[in-house]
């Protein structure tokens, strides 16, 4: 078995905060900028509502995603336009109702701005009832079952309190629209709706303590710290397995060590493809608004964990 070909060593920073960088020892001459000058450049945050939406505008908006409360037509048309130009200004073409259905996985259909008007000249388009809700065909989701196409309906549902965001492409991005999808009497056909609920239901349930207590808040936020842990494989080891293949697990070979048995886990030193590619991930992350804080081996062996404030 040949030893795999291990990319031509080039600096961290380079990997991680200068995309163009490839790995073979060429930079794209930038310097590594830091990582709060490039927080969040991909998502439509606070500082880009401020910037884009006329200030009463703004602060309904803002009223919406805090208190939970109903979002009118003129204000969804507003912010609409509001998106649609800040992505255009950043070489987006499409949207797309972003969510996550019972796949385990994320879905998406892609829809241009570009339009054609009365006197068939082109025109970008973006309405406050395409930003709101979308009308995917849910047959093709394990809660569509044995349904016929036009019997399986499913809506998705924008969640103003996640922040839309831009996913880069190679010819131009997506405007990435968080959203919930629901059947058509409202029951949850994903896995955020029944979370947005439970978080309601604390709300309500702790505001009612508090104010047996004598306190009257107006909501309560509820958080968690969430964690991702994964396997890194090289891609060469990985073709040769087919129980990782179709499984994306390991089926045959020896068992391997799972415990604590190895002496190098955990707070071993992470090796350099291991680094380049963890850095890679948090430069993509950050651009998104999604501030990753640790990083560090596990206890397996190639085993790893990233997790956010």
């Not at 309500?204 to 890194?232: D, M, N, S, W």
């Not at 990782?244 to 493809?273: C, N, V, W």
């Not at 380049?276 to 999604?290: D, H, P, R, S, W």
Request: hydrophobic share 35%.
């Amino acid at each position: 078995m040949s030893r795999p070909t291990l990319p031509t060593p080039v600096s961290r920073e380079e990997i991680a905060f200068n995309p163009a960088a490839k790995l073979n020892g060429h930079s794209n001459g930038q310097a590594p900028k830091r990582p709060a000058e490039f927080f969040g450049k991909n998502t439509f945050n606070d500082q880009v509502m401020r910037e884009k939406l006329p200030k009463e505008s703004y602060k309904r908006l803002c009223d919406i995603i805090k208190k939970g409360e109903k979002l009118d037509r003129d204000l969804a048309n507003t912010v609409a336009h509001a998106m649609k130009e800040w992505a255009l200004e950043n070489n987006v073409s499409h949207f797309t109702h972003w969510f996550q259905p019972m796949t385990g996985l994320t879905a998406e259909k892609h829809d241009a701005f570009l339009d054609i008007d009365a006197d068939g000249q082109p025109i970008e388009r973006f309405s406050g009832d395409k930003l709101i809700q979308g009308e995917p065909d849910a047959s093709s989701f394990p809660s569509g079952g044995m349904r016929s196409t036009f019997e399986a309906r499913g809506y998705t549902m924008w969640d103003p309190s996640s922040p839309a965001f831009i996913l880069e492409g190679p010819q131009g991005g997506i405007l990435c629209i968080p959203s919930v999808f629901i059947s058509y009497n409202g029951e949850a056909l994903d896995k955020k709706t029944p979370l947005l609920r439970s978080m309601r239901a604390l709300d309500e349930a702790a505001r009612k303590v508090l104010k047996l207590f004598g306190h009257e808040v107006g909501r309560v936020i509820t958080t968690l710290g969430p964690e991702q842990e994964y396997f890194l494989i090289d891609q060469q080891y990985y073709n040769q397995r087919p129980d990782l293949i179709l499984a994306g697990r390991t089926l045959i070979g020896a068992l391997p060590p799972k415990g604590q048995e190895m002496e190098d886990h955990y707070f071993g030193s992470i090796k350099e493809r291991v680094l380049a590619f963890m850095q890679a991930a948090e430069y993509e992350l950050y651009k998104v608004g999604i501030p990753a804080k640790t990083r560090h081996n596990e206890v397996a062996p190639h085993q790893f964990e990233i997790a956010q404030i």
